[in-house]
């Protein structure tokens, strides 16, 4: 049976889009292990149509044969959710040679794009069109649309534009099945019935496959300013957030924070990069700030520096320099984009990614800084993320003594359970833009509500009751 398929979906998709381990120079590991590296599987074969036809006639197949599937973008999930399991019967799915932008309606605000279009050149697409698509995040040079719906990607525009979902139309989705829904109407009013659109978002891959969508364009802002403040607490970063929304109202485009030894592993391990008021010790927080105006430049600084003379007043910023220019901006935000790849410098590390209502932000992590350090002594907490939306990634690095990889491999169900007990305690999610995928997904039981869990099972039994679509991921049936 394997040989037949193989032979089939070779005559679907062509003998060189379809490859195998039988091939002794051939390569799996880019679409085999996870981009963390932490996990690594053994495809089947790896199968690359060019059009949603010969996905449904791969699906098709697949399904015939009993064979799973694993739908895959750019690989650069972090939960573990695209890459086969170890049995070496799994099929990956990539869709990285549908990568075509099929149609910009500019009187609709509106681009199609297939699921393996780069984020990062559909936002230059639109940029050259003289208009914006909001999505921004750090794996936007290789990370597909397709990828980003599946996982609901968040990023650094949340605050004003919202996760993916709130980004997208409609959506063409190939079904477990192999049928195709077309549902690309771009339409913003659409009440006849279920919502088929919201999911298949944030599913996973797990009960079929976005082979395309229609996305929601915006005028691109006149001038866009970038601020970097020094706040004494999180409690002042909270004040400060709120005076943003009051002085920029939807100017407000982005609001980040970031712990002084977050930025301490950017200054010790980039030293080329400028970090504002490093070692100040009024500064035990940077607080990065994006207002994006849509009259003039003049009208957006006179905004920012109104904010930031009301925050000075209050007394919840200690210092604060605005961007003189593109160059600046750009500079402050490769210093905050920069935090995941110091602490990956720094070594082995336990990866949190958690939302929780803004207003209580500062009392969680003053309460579980101290359980964890209390818990063990001398673990060292990386606090960064967008606290405009309540989403943290809420790290913990080994003592600076210790032995990396064996704190890993003793700690990190720990730790887990509990940073996640906490987010419990505090009404917050254990997953806020990363997904599920199967590193949390034997977690997920114990944090979400069992009627919430049963219904998704019933979705899943429904949509794909073989359980071919990316088996073993999101939640267990």
Same mark, same amino acid.
């Given at each position: 049976?394997?040989?037949?398929?193989?032979?089939?979906?070779?005559?679907?998709?062509?003998?060189?889009?379809?490859?195998?381990?039988?091939?002794?120079?051939?390569?799996?590991?880019?679409?085999?292990?996870?981009?963390?590296?932490?996990?690594?599987?053994?495809?089947?074969?790896?199968?690359?149509?060019?059009? #949603? @036809? &010969?996905? $449904?006639?791969?699906?098709?197949?697949?399904?015939? =044969?009993?064979?799973?599937?694993?739908?895959? +973008? *750019? !690989?650069?999930?972090?939960?573990?959710?695209?890459?086969?399991?170890?049995?070496?019967?799994?099929?990956?799915?990539?869709?990285?040679?549908?990568?075509?932008?099929?149609?910009?309606?500019?009187?609709?605000?509106?681009?199609?794009?297939?699921?393996?279009?780069?984020?990062?050149?559909?936002?230059? #697409? @639109? &940029?050259? $069109?003289?208009?914006?698509?909001?999505?921004?995040? =750090?794996?936007?040079?290789?990370?597909?649309? +397709? *990828? !980003?719906?599946?996982?609901?990607?968040?990023?650094?525009?949340?605050?004003?534009?919202?996760?993916?979902?709130?980004?997208?139309?409609?959506?063409?989705?190939?079904?477990?099945?192999?049928?195709?829904?077309?549902?690309?109407?771009?339409?913003?009013?659409?009440?006849?019935?279920?919502?088929?659109?919201?999911?298949?978002?944030?599913?996973?891959?797990?009960?079929?496959?976005?082979?395309?969508?229609?996305?929601?364009?915006?005028?691109?802002?006149?001038?866009?300013?970038?601020?970097?403040?020094?706040?004494?607490?999180?409690?002042?970063?909270?004040?400060?957030?709120?005076?943003?929304?009051?002085?920029?109202?939807?100017?407000?485009?982005?609001?980040?924070?970031?712990?002084?030894?977050?930025?301490?592993?950017?200054?010790?391990?980039?030293?080329?990069?400028?970090?504002?008021?490093?070692?100040?010790?009024?500064?035990?927080?940077?607080?990065?700030?994006?207002?994006?105006?849509?009259?003039?430049?003049?009208?957006?600084?006179?905004?920012?520096?109104?904010?930031?003379?009301?925050?000075?007043?209050?007394?919840?910023?200690?210092?604060?320099?605005?961007?003189?220019?593109?160059?600046?901006?750009?500079?402050?935000?490769?210093?905050?984009?920069?935090?995941?790849?110091?602490?990956?410098?720094?070594?082995?590390?336990?990866?949190?990614?958690?939302?929780?209502?803004?207003?209580?932000?500062?009392?969680?992590?003053?309460?579980?800084?101290?359980?964890?350090?209390?818990?063990?002594?001398?673990?060292?907490?990386?606090?960064?993320?967008?606290?405009?939306?309540?989403?943290?990634?809420?790290?913990?690095?080994?003592?600076?003594?210790?032995?990396?990889?064996?704190?890993?491999?003793?700690?990190?169900?720990?730790?887990?359970?509990?940073?996640?007990?906490?987010?419990?305690?505090?009404?917050?999610?254990?997953?806020?833009?990363?997904?599920?995928?199967?590193?949390?997904?034997?977690?997920?039981?114990?944090?979400?509500?069992?009627?919430?869990?049963?219904?998704?099972?019933?979705?899943?039994?429904?949509?794909?009751?073989?359980?071919?679509?990316?088996?073993?991921?999101?939640?267990?049936?």
């Amino acid at each position: 049976m394997t040989t037949a398929l193989i032979a089939q979906l070779q005559a679907i998709v062509g003998t060189a889009q379809v490859l195998t381990h039988d091939d002794p120079a051939t390569d799996l590991s880019a679409w085999e292990q996870d981009w963390r590296r932490r996990s690594r599987g053994r495809a089947l074969a790896v199968v690359r149509p060019a059009n #949603t @036809a &010969e996905v $449904a006639a791969v699906v098709k197949a697949c399904v015939a =044969a009993g064979a799973p599937i694993v739908p895959q +973008g *750019g !690989n650069t999930g972090l939960a573990v959710g695209s890459i086969p399991d170890e049995s070496g019967r799994q099929v990956v799915l990539s869709l990285t040679r549908m990568n075509a932008v099929r149609q910009l309606d500019p009187d609709n605000l509106t681009v199609t794009v297939e699921a393996g279009c780069i984020l990062q050149n559909l936002q230059t #697409t @639109a &940029e050259q $069109a003289g208009y914006l698509f909001p999505l921004s995040l =750090a794996a936007e040079g290789s990370c597909t649309i +397709g *990828g !980003n719906l599946g996982t609901n990607a968040g990023g650094t525009q949340v605050l004003r534009y919202g996760n993916t979902r709130e980004l997208c139309l409609g959506l063409e989705v190939v079904t477990a099945q192999g049928e195709v829904w077309d549902g690309l109407s771009g339409l913003r009013k659409d009440n006849t019935g279920y919502d088929l659109r919201d999911l298949f978002i944030g599913s996973e891959g797990t009960l079929g496959i976005i082979t395309a969508a229609t996305l929601k364009l915006y005028p691109k802002p006149a001038a866009t300013l970038t601020a970097w403040a020094a706040v004494a607490s999180l409690d002042d970063a909270v004040t400060l957030l709120g005076l943003a929304h009051q002085h920029l109202g939807a100017g407000l485009t982005g609001f980040e924070v970031m712990s002084q030894f977050a930025l301490s592993l950017v200054g010790k391990h980039m030293p080329q990069l400028r970090v504002p008021f490093l070692g100040q010790d009024n500064a035990p927080y940077g607080v990065l700030l994006e207002n994006s105006d849509s009259e003039s430049e003049t009208h957006a600084r006179e905004r920012f520096e109104a904010l930031l003379e009301t925050a000075f007043e209050q007394g919840c910023v200690q210092d604060a320099v605005v961007a003189e220019n593109l160059s600046q901006a750009h500079q402050l935000w490769h210093v905050r984009e920069s935090i995941p790849l110091a602490q990956a410098e720094e070594g082995l590390n336990i990866k949190h990614d958690i939302s929780i209502p803004v207003s209580r932000i500062p009392a969680f992590c003053a309460e579980t800084d101290a359980l964890l350090q209390r818990e063990i002594p001398g673990v060292r907490l990386v606090n960064f993320g967008h606290l405009g939306d309540g989403n943290l990634h809420y790290n913990v690095q080994a003592p600076a003594d210790g032995d990396a990889k064996a704190f890993l491999r003793e700690q990190e169900d720990r730790v887990n359970t509990l940073v996640y007990d906490q987010v419990s305690r505090y009404a917050g999610s254990i997953s806020a833009e990363h997904g599920v995928g199967s590193l949390k997904r034997d977690k997920l039981p114990h944090y979400k509500s069992p009627v919430a869990l049963d219904l998704m099972r019933a979705i899943k039994r429904a949509l794909d009751p073989q359980n071919l679509m990316n088996p073993g991921r999101v939640v267990k049936v």
